[in-house]
């Protein structure tokens, strides 16, 4: 009786231990929950080319503990190319740490700044960030590639209840606002032959006469 009484009083500590993890870790939850690409209004992602496009996304905190504003960003953005509407189930992305953004500087505080829990009155409010950046649809495994997607970036000393809500892909298959434009991986005539091409014809006219000196 005692080592059963012993067992299941452990058990209760240990559940308690966990539930009160659980529930003071992570309770601050950054959702991105709509992003769209708002110029130009006909977007093709050719090879290799850079295009500058706009958007903006929305983010609100829909975990229960308020996130007080501060001197630094609580997230930054990223976009990717993805073979995956589903950014965390994709095999293929690019670049693998994300393109760069630029934020509008009217939209620079808003990163910065107080973001309530869902459990206060008013809950978090939802901001709406517009940014511009400049991506390239890559040579390398172009086809396979059927989104454009845009992340948060978080800290992990901010702390993030789950990943799940982080990210939203646009489709290459319609133009703004349905989808982030069109991807064309046909070779344009400033495309014909890429840098790695170019090394790779350059090693097949010197092979031979290597060959031929030894």
Request: aromatic share 10%.
């Amino acid at each position: 009786m005692f080592m059963m009484y012993g067992r299941f009083d452990v058990a209760s500590w240990l559940l308690v231990i966990c539930i009160g993890v659980q529930r003071s870790f992570g309770e601050v939850d950054f959702a991105l929950t709509s992003y769209e690409v708002t110029g130009p209004d006909l977007v093709d992602y050719r090879l290799g080319e850079d295009v500058i496009i706009n958007a903006t996304v929305k983010v609100k905190n829909v975990g229960s503990d308020d996130v007080s504003s501060g001197p630094t960003n609580h997230f930054g953005l990223r976009l990717y190319f993805s073979n995956n509407i589903n950014l965390e189930d994709a095999t293929l992305h690019t670049p693998s740490t994300g393109y760069d953004v630029d934020v509008d500087d009217s939209d620079r505080d808003k990163m910065k700044g107080g973001f309530p829990g869902s459990t206060s009155n008013p809950p978090s409010p939802v901001r709406q960030i517009s940014f511009s950046a400049n991506v390239t649809m890559p040579f390398y495994n172009c086809t396979q590639y059927s989104h454009l997607c845009t992340k948060l970036k978080i800290p992990v000393s901010n702390g993030n209840d789950g990943t799940d809500n982080n990210f939203h892909c646009l489709a290459l298959i319609a133009q703004p606002p349905l989808g982030a434009g069109f991807r064309d991986c046909r070779p344009s005539s400033s495309t014909l032959v890429s840098p790695s091409l170019y090394n790779v014809m350059i090693i097949g006219l010197l092979l031979p006469m290597v060959l031929l000196v030894v």
